[in-house]
């Protein structure tokens, strides 16, 4: 049985329940078949990065510089700050809108008109 857990314009992330258990990350040409224990391992991990340390914002066009783990240390992704934001809100669903939401919060603003 398949269950859609989430999509963004460039992936998705599907959890598949029989024989066993997997969840089958796709995120642009890139396709993740994990256990649920690896699943919540690079959930975890890309919810770690920080993208506002990377301080920049690199176009398409340029070398992508932060490098997200994989289970087995062989492979990384090196992706832009933008496409972690987009892999973020892919793994941890709600958690963009949280950040906006806290950003506006910290900030000062009203919460009656974060939502209006």
Do not use: C
């Amino acid at each position: 049985m398949e269950t859609i857990i989430n999509k963004t314009k460039n992936g998705s992330v599907i959890k598949i329940s029989e024989p066993v258990v997997d969840y089958h990350i796709e995120f642009f040409s890139m396709v993740f078949v994990l256990s649920t224990h690896e699943f919540n391992k690079f959930k975890e991990a890309v919810h770690q990065l920080n993208d506002d340390y990377w301080g920049f914002d690199l176009d398409e066009n340029s070398r992508r510089k932060i490098q997200v783990p994989l289970a087995n240390r062989i492979v990384s992704l090196n992706i832009t700050k933008s496409e972690l934001r987009e892999l973020k809100q892919l793994l941890i669903p709600g958690m963009m809108l949280y950040r906006r939401f806290r950003s506006e919060v910290l900030n000062g603003n009203s919460i009656n008109a974060y939502f209006n």
